[in-house]
């Protein structure tokens, strides 16, 4: 399976994972099936930042993501630069990632949004993601990744699931200074109608200075939470007024 998540280099996260590969295989295990309220976020988005629907029902421009999302990144990423990739489309992807490393934590946060042509394409993609991203392991002489099992997240108003990430002696996703270091954290994923919507938030403290391979990461649990209070109003935003 190990040249499985480089196929078309699908949401630009997969190709990173290539270059930054995802660690210790022990602590990525299977998860009950979890629920959260559907209640609206707070700072909901206006009527013109919302997406545009076609006469099916399906998706025809996707909104402007990251207005939805400045006010629910986590704390420690307040003050990042966000950095966004140059080939990203607005209408039918976007590609951002806020990226914190010091020798004493690291913090990434990567968000794809990306329009399908159909339904069926997208609930493709959402099969293909739950059968090839999750439950994967690749471990080489310098790196190591690996993913859990994916449990359900219900009450976002879409299609989703989580499954917990690991990695060691990665390479950081949007350059740096050739550092590597270990992080956990989650890979959550939502489809909304024609639409596919993935997360992926890690990080992790280190014990002192150089010392960047080992160290206390962010929990399944919590980094799980986190990344649905910054998916909450994204879907809101997908979604067509009632």
């Known amino acids: 399976m ?12 997969f190709c990173t994972w290539s270059l930054a590969l995802l660690a210790f295989p022990s602590a990525c295990s299977s998860q009950a099936s979890k629920s959260f ?26 909104p402007n993501t990251v207005k939805h999302v400045e006010n629910v990144l986590p704390g420690e990423l307040s003050s990042v630069k966000r950095w966004t990739q140059p080939f990203a489309n607005p209408r039918d992807e976007q590609f951002h990632v806020w990226d914190l490393f010091g020798f004493a934590r690291s913090r990434t946060l990567q968000l794809d949004i990306r329009k399908l042509k159909n339904i069926l394409e997208a609930k493709e993609d959402l099969l293909y993601e739950r059968a090839k991203m999750a439950n994967y392991s690749r471990i080489t002489s310098r790196e190591r990744l690996v993913t859990g099992s994916p449990r359900p997240v219900k009450g976002l108003g879409g299609e989703c699931f989580s499954f917990p990430i690991k990695r060691n002696n990665a390479a950081p996703i949007s350059g740096g200074d050739g550092s590597r270091y270990s992080v956990s954290g989650v890979r959550m994923y939502c489809r909304v109608g024609n639409v596919a919507v993935s997360i992926q938030w890690e990080g992790m403290d280190y014990p002192g200075r150089g010392v960047i391979k080992r160290g ?13 209070g910054i998916m909450r109003p994204i879907i809101f935003s997908l979604t067509p007024e009632r």
Request: proline share 8%.
């Open 2 to 13: 190990s040249s499985e998540p480089d196929r078309k280099c699908r949401g630009r996260i």
């Open 216 to 228: 206390v990461g962010l929990t399944y649990g919590g980094s799980e939470k986190q990344a649905i």
């Open 37 to 62: 309220s559907a209640t609206p976020p707070a700072n909901l988005p206006t009527a013109s930042n919302k997406a545009t629907f076609a006469s099916d029902g399906t998706i025809s421009r996707a």
